[in-house]
């Protein structure tokens, strides 16, 4: 968490990564309940371009992230009392009424978790206190979400390093199977060791995955700013000014470039043309008009650390398939190869329907074996 926390240190505008790992946590956390959705979904819906229709995945995806967002923000000295976990709560799930029946009780519960126990180190403490909401199951609709995005605002209440930038939601759905069995096994007091000890892991992993993808970001925002820088010209601070702003937006219109940069459309649309060029724009719609770019190499930066969906095969893959069918073959030994030979000789000596005449050739091996 410490080298987490380091790395995030050493961005110049960390707001922006935080956003994009945001976008992540939540849809990973809601994959982890069913709900499929992808991060150009929901960029697309903050951005008031998404697809027409209802998409409840995309709407569960929308109000994980803002929820999310809600909840860091918030995040202080404050304890987290019922009128905070019923306002999260309806973010989470606008069509569920969560109810104050055990509501308060389990926000003393909650906080008895993080004030109690001083003893111990506090990623501990804050593992006791989601396992404790996960245990007692205070929203039906949305309680593992609830949960897992509480894990940062309780880490950031006890001063934990990196915990602005700490999501569990990736581990969690790569290792769904042992999540669901020791939130399972939480009704029993043998069963919170391993429920520790597991949260400990996740928080190691996620840290550690999250360091390596601050890196990777920090490494690429360099490499694109010093190719605007050498390739633009004159246009150099338009340039750099879109760049900055893509982080925020990733998907952009030559209207859109027009206002970042304040120019004509002639312009932003030269500007937009030499961005593709450098890799750094690509055009996502085919189209001649109302084209719609897209910062590729910034989605799949991020695409690359979520892990695969649950229930995805993951096993070593399968031998291709072949267009033999199997079932015709012999179930004995292979023949040998002398025998296909044999078989294939008569086709070779059958005499052609005209005879050729003597070739010079074999009429001089004939005379060498006379003279021999």
Partial sequence: MVRLDAAVATLPAPEAFLAMHRRCEAIQSCLIDGASASLRDLIAAGSGSARSGRDDAREAAVHCYRAI??????????????????????????????????????????????????????????GLAQGRLEALQPFPGANGRLGRLLVPALAG???????????????????????????????????????????LEGVAQSATDSADAVRRFAAMREQHRAAVAANLGHAVGRGLRVLDCLFEQ??????????????????????????????????????????????????????????????????????????????????????????????????????????????????MKYISDDLL
């Fill in 69 to 126: 967002c809600a909840v860091i923000e918030g995040a202080g000295d404050k304890p987290l009392g019922t009128t905070a976990l019923a306002e999260m709560h309806a973010i989470l799930d606008p069509c569920r009424d969560a109810g104050t029946g055990s509501l308060e009780q389990f926000a003393l519960d909650l906080e008895r978790c993080l004030d109690g126990g001083r003893d111990m180190a506090d990623v501990v403490r804050v």
């Fill in 157 to 199: 209440r006890l001063k934990i390093p990196g915990a602005l930038a700490l999501g569990l939601s990736p581990f969690l759905s790569r290792r769904r199977a042992d999540y669901v069995d020791r939130v399972r096994g939480l009704q029993s007091a043998a069963s919170w060791q391993p429920w520790v000890a597991f949260f």
């Fill in 250 to 363: 990733p998907d952009v219109t030559v209207a859109d470039l027009m206002g970042i940069t304040g120019t004509t459309y002639a312009a932003a649309n030269q500007l937009a043309s030499r961005f593709a060029a450098l890799g750094i724009l690509e055009e996502s719609t085919g189209q001649r008009r109302n084209r719609l770019f897209r910062y590729g190499p910034y989605l799949r930066l991020f695409d690359s650390v979520a892990p695969p969906e649950p229930g995805m095969d993951t096993a070593a893959p399968r031998a291709a398939p072949t267009t033999i069918d199997q079932a015709a073959l012999p179930s004995g030994p292979a023949p040998k190869p002398r025998a296909n030979r044999n078989a294939e000789r008569p086709r070779a000596k059958q005499p052609s329907a005209r005879p050729e005449p003597p070739r010079p050739r074999r009429t």
